[in-house]
Structure formats: structure tokens, C-alpha cells
């Protein structure tokens, strides 16, 4: 099974620059491009939140339109730049949830690894939220027995990541008792995040957790306690994480852009090329 995960859009309605500077809409456009030039092309792609920049249904209309050249099942979970309900509306099939369901998370039960959705959304706040309601939901999820390995997808990350400005808003409540489900769960192969616009990984809780590079810009590289807030126009990414019965799970960053190569490292005759 091959997963693509497509993070941190921040779309801006009518195509505005994220920050005055990046044209995060040109950025999903590469994204898809990207992912359905992949071969093998991915069973799924999972967005990990930050879909919009303000939560707007304007800016989850354009992102719709460019998801139109996207034919592979995906899936959303919102990140605090998202409001639930203009998401939701424009992305019934990516959110199957209903109206009257307070939060946007959900189970996929379609493959191999059994999908959960969580939704660390606290609205209008830039730091995540796991409240009461959400972890019973998750505990009674965790709860059913399966002989199919599980894997969550979220937007906030429970860890310190040293990127102190992004630390301060990493998942707050709820995340010493997502700790306690973690560790008393079976099965549970991974966690995968979005928010911090890298690829880092580590293990929490004894499960592994990656979070991913955003489409469009990324998080400063600095670890300095006092490291100012700032972005950087490293290359766009997404992760693809494989999950094969015999291997597990196994995560690769893939670039998405225009790159020299690739070349060989034999010539026609099988002999190194030096
Ligand atoms: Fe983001
Ligand atoms: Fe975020």
C-alpha cells in the first residue's frame, strides 16, 4: 500500500501569495502534477491540514478546482488554519463525516492499514486541541480488535520538535492522554503529522512519528531558543509512506520540482562508470 501525504496548502482565495510571498496556489498545482506522475501512483493521499490560509469557503472553492486533476481517493483532516464547517462543505467525500458530527474525524476501513483521521483543531487558535469528546472516540477506535495494522493522520504534532516558535503551538491538551492511549494500543505503526513544514521524524510513545514537508514553503531550520518565527523557500516535498505486511511501514520525502538526473551508475556494459 502506498500512501502520498500532502500537507500545509495554506491557499489564499483568488490566488493570493501566502505571507506576500509564496504562490502556494502554482504549489498544489505542482503537488498534484506531482503525485499523479508517480508510478506506481499511491492507493490514497492524506491531507494533514492547512488546506486554506484563513479557513474561507473562497479558498476551499480554488482548492477544490485544482483538485480536479487529482483522481486518486484522498482524505482531510483540518489544521488550525482550517474552519471545520466551509471545510467540511466543500469536501464531502474527502471528510465523511456528517453535519451533526462536532468533529472532523473519521476511520477509512478500505485498505490494508486502517486509517484514522484525528481532528486537533481548536478554532481560531494556532496550537492543537485533543478535548474529552475526541480521545473517547479515539480510545473506543483503538478499542476494536483488528488484525490490520493502523496508522493516524493529524495536522498538530505531540512532540517538541527544538523549532521553539512552532513548539509553543504544537498539540497542547490532550496530547499526555493521546501519550497513555498510544502506549496501551496494539497495532498502531505510525503517526503522521503536518503543521511544522519539514520532514522530521521520531519515535513517541514507542510509535514511530513523521511529520510532513509542506507543497509550497517550509519552517526555518533553527533551533536557537530564541530562533525568530520565519519561513524559507527550500524545495516543496510530500512524504510517501509504504506499508508493505513483510517490511512495515517506511517513509521517503519526495521532492516535487524539476532536478538534474537521473543518471546511471553503470554504463551499457554493466561496469561502474568512473
Ligand atoms: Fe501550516
Ligand atoms: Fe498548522
Known amino acids: 500500500m502506498l500512501i502520498a501525504q500532502i500537507t500545509d496548502l495554506h491557499i489564499g482565495a483568488g490566488r493570493r501569495l501566502a505571507y506576500r510571498k509564496v504562490d502556494t496556489a502554482g504549489a498544489l498545482e505542482n503537488a498534484v502534477r506531482h503525485v499523479m506522475a508517480l508510478d506506481p501512483r499511491p492507493d490514497i493521499v492524506l491531507f494533514t491540514g492547512d488546506i486554506g490560509d484563513l479557513g474561507t469557503a473562497e479558498e476551499y472553492g480554488l482548492v477544490r478546482d485544482i483538485l480536479r486533476g487529482l483522481t486518486i481517493p484522498y482524505y482531510m483532516v483540518p489544521g488550525n488554519h482550517d474552519r471545520r464547517e466551509p471545510l467540511r462543505t ?151 509512506h509504504f506499508w508493505s505486511p513483510q517490511q512495515g511501514l517506511m517513509t521517503h520525502t519526495s521532492y516535487i520540482g524539476h532536478f538534474d538526473g537521473p543518471y546511471p551508475f553503470f554504463d551499457e556494459n554493466g561496469n561502474l562508470i568512473v
Not at 173 to 188: N, T
Not at 218 to 230: E, I, K, M, N, Y
Request: hydrophobic fraction near 45%.
Open 90 to 240: 466543500a469536501f464531502p467525500q474527502a471528510i465523511p463525516v456528517t453535519a451533526d458530527q462536532p468533529f472532523l474525524q473519521y476511520v477509512i476501513d478500505d485498505f490494508p492499514v486502517r486509517l484514522i483521521g484525528l481532528d486537533t483543531l481548536d478554532e481560531g487558535m494556532p496550537g492543537g486541541k485533543l478535548c474529552a469528546a475526541r480521545l473517547d472516540w479515539l480510545r473506543h477506535e483503538l478499542a476494536i480488535a483488528t488484525d490490520r495494522p493502523r496508522l493516524i493522520f493529524m495536522h498538530h504534532p505531540p512532540v517538541l520538535t527544538g523549532i521553539r516558535h512552532m513548539d509553543v503551538q504544537n498539540l497542547g491538551d490532550g496530547a499526555d492522554e493521546l501519550g497513555g492511549l498510544l502506549r496501551k494500543s496494539d497495532g498502531v505503526i505510525g503517526l503522521i503529522c503536518g503543521h511544522v513544514h519539514r520532514a522530521i521524524h521520531c519515535v513517541w510513545q514507542g510509535v514511530p512519528i513523521s511529520i510532513g514537508p509542506s507543497v509550497a514553503h517550509q519552517v526555518a531550520l533553527d533551533v536557537r531558543p530564541d530562533g525568530p518565527s520565519a519561513f524559507i523557500m527550500e524545495p516543496p516535498a510530500m512524504h510517501l
